[in-house]
């Protein structure tokens, strides 16, 4: 399932997101690799890059572009593509949290032959929210994926995430993300994970994460990252 579809990179370095959106005249870079591993078999998004760019007040414009191994088939070449936009529809006030839809293509980009594709475009609509209270934000939300792929299937997925900040480079959190059933023949599957970022210097980051499932298909995932932010004027 995950060499077929695998899951998008949303908040990274964790599965869920949040609802802001990058700011207008900023962008920020990812360069990533992720591992899934299940069983014998793992599969690599190495090197990965994800781009945003504020376009608009509270809009946010998204790609991502994976590079993908797979090692039973020692394998390699580019994963599905992914298109994207974050709007940011609430603001965060006292007694209300921000809220924001990030609605994703996943293009079939990737090397058919060696199965990296998932064979058509597919869909994610999630809606996210996000509350801040000093140095701990929480965030999470809810989506519906619509894949109509030969042997695929449309699915719910959920996620909720705490984090604070431990210092002024460190920040750390844990999350529950769950994914309904993408596949025929697959099961429900509930991660926990765990991360961070550290701040290397003010618009450089280190991003961490690693997690295991504890209900469903048997998988450990990670994430290792650098993060780069910058503003731009026309």
Same mark, same amino acid.
């Given at each position: ?5 695998p899951?998008a990179?949303?908040?990274p370095?964790f599965?869920?997101d949040?609802?802001?959106p ?7 870079a990812?360069?990533f690799?992720?591992v ?5 078999l793992?599969?690599?998004h190495l090197p990965?890059?994800?781009f ?8 946010q414009?998204?790609?991502t572009?994976?590079?993908a191994?797979v090692?039973?088939?020692a394998a390699?070449?580019?994963?599905d593509?992914? @298109? %994207?936009a &974050?709007y940011h529809?609430v ?5 209300r949290? =921000? +809220?924001?839809?990030?609605?994703? #293509?996943?293009?079939p ?40 792929? @030969? %042997?695929? &299937?449309?699915?719910?997925f959920a996620?909720?995430?705490?984090q604070? =900040? +431990?210092?002024?480079?460190?920040? #750390? ?10 596949s ?9 994970d765990?991360?961070?970022y ?11 994460m ?11 995932v ?9 503003e731009?004027?026309?």
């Open positions: 399932m995950f060499v077929l579809a899951p990179q949303t908040g370095p599965q869920t949040d609802p802001e990058v700011p207008w005249h900023h962008y920020e990812y360069v690799t992720t899934n591993r299940e069983g014998g793992s599969s690599w990965a890059s994800e945003n760019v504020g376009a608009a007040p509270n809009l414009l998204h790609m572009i994976p590079g191994f090692n039973i088939r390699y070449a580019i994963g593509a992914e @298109l %994207g &974050k529809f603001e965060e006030s006292r007694n949290p =921000q +809220i924001g839809a990030f609605p994703m #293509l996943e293009l980009t990737g090397n058919s032959r060696l199965g990296l594709r998932n064979g058509q475009i597919w869909a994610r609509l999630p809606v996210w929210v996000q509350k801040s209270h000093g140095p701990w934000t929480t965030y999470g939300g809810v989506g519906y994926e619509i894949n109509h792929a @030969l %042997g695929m &299937k449309d699915s719910l996620g909720w995430l705490l604070r =900040q +431990i210092t002024r480079r460190l920040t #750390l959190g844990t999350e529950v993300y769950h994914q309904g059933v993408q025929i023949g697959a099961r429900q599957t509930t991660f926990v765990s991360g961070g550290f701040n290397v210097r003010a618009n450089l980051s280190l991003l961490f690693l997690g295991h499932t504890v209900t469903g298909e048997r998988h450990m990670s994430y290792f990252g650098l993060y780069d932010t910058l731009h004027r026309a």
